[in-house]
């Protein structure tokens, strides 16, 4: 049974940083894109950041971009977003979610989601 289950969720100040990881299991991670969403109240769910199954290409939604990196260390089976110069507009649940040898933008395309981390920003 695949399980993802994020961490390093919490309260950070404007202009602040933290760093997410995503722990994966039952899996063969390294044949696994993996994505991050994140999900506001009131708000659809929104691409965040996305990776290959071999790190080779990163990409990331408009509002994250030159602020937030993804990557992953397959011997961990962990997928980290480091988000920087955080902004009250970035509070949300954030999640990770896989697809087998497949990565993108839309959510359809993850079969695997964890349950969430929790991310607010004040200003």
């Known amino acids: 049974q695949v399980q993802l289950v994020e961490s390093g969720g919490g309260l950070a100040q404007a202009g602040g940083s933290l760093r997410l990881s995503c722990a994966a299991s039952?899996?063969?991670?390294?044949?696994?894109?993996m994505g991050w969403f994140r999900q506001a109240p009131g708000k659809a769910r929104e691409f965040v950041a996305g990776?290959?199954?071999?790190?080779?290409?990163?990409f990331y939604g408009d509002s994250v971009k030159g602020r937030f990196t993804i990557s992953r260390d397959n011997a961990k089976n962990t997928v980290y977003l480091q988000m920087n110069t955080l902004k009250p507009e970035d509070t949300a649940l954030y999640f990770c979610?896989?697809?087998?040898?497949?990565?993108?933008?839309?959510?359809?395309?993850?079969?695997?989601w964890g349950r969430g981390t929790q991310v607010t920003v004040s200003s």
């Open positions: 039952g899996l063969t991670f390294s044949t696994y894109g």
């Open positions: 979610a896989a697809s087998y040898y497949t990565s993108g933008s839309s959510s359809q395309m993850y079969p695997h």
């Open positions: 990776i290959s199954w071999d790190s080779r290409n990163t």
